[in-house]
């Protein structure tokens, strides 16, 4: 019978080994990673993806809007002026903050404050590709999309 000083050494050594091998790890964004091509080539803005959202993916927009509304005022206004800020940059400029966003947890403010806050719009490619196909149909400007009740 091996003693429990013999198969602790070479449990460590089947470890050691099987960690070196193994490489390092590295994250970086796709462009599916983390937030969805469609959503970082989409010329539509965040209401008309809400108001797309409203109507094709009802139920992960009341969801959305029910953890919007249990939020302190100060941080759904966070929220609006972050997914804006967002929308308002070109290609380039969304892929590179989905990149900054995949290998910086302190890069986006309002992860800290609300996890989901942007959940509608980046966690979701099958949502993403809805919203997107038929989000130009909608009004640009309709801010009544954050005030569902």
């Not at 390092?24 to 599916?32: E, L």
Request: net charge neutral; charged share 20%; proline share 5%.
């Amino acid at each position: 019978m091996v003693g429990f000083g013999l198969r602790s050494a070479i449990a460590t050594a089947m470890l050691t080994g099987a960690l070196a091998t193994a490489g390092v790890a590295a994250a970086d964004a796709t462009d599916d990673y983390p937030i969805p091509r469609r959503i970082l080539r989409t010329p539509c803005t965040a209401e008309q993806i809400m108001a797309a959202a409203r109507d094709v993916e009802p139920v992960y927009y009341e969801r959305y809007m029910i953890d919007y509304h249990n939020k302190p005022v100060a941080d759904r206004q966070a929220a609006q002026d972050s997914i804006h800020r967002f929308f308002a940059m070109d290609y380039a400029g969304r892929r590179q903050y989905a990149e900054d966003t995949a290998t910086n947890a302190f890069f986006e403010p309002m992860s800290w404050r609300w996890p989901n806050w942007a959940k509608l719009f980046f966690n979701n490619k099958g949502v993403a590709a809805r919203t997107t196909e038929i989000c130009l149909n909608y009004p640009a400007g309709d801010m009544s999309v954050w005030d569902w009740r």
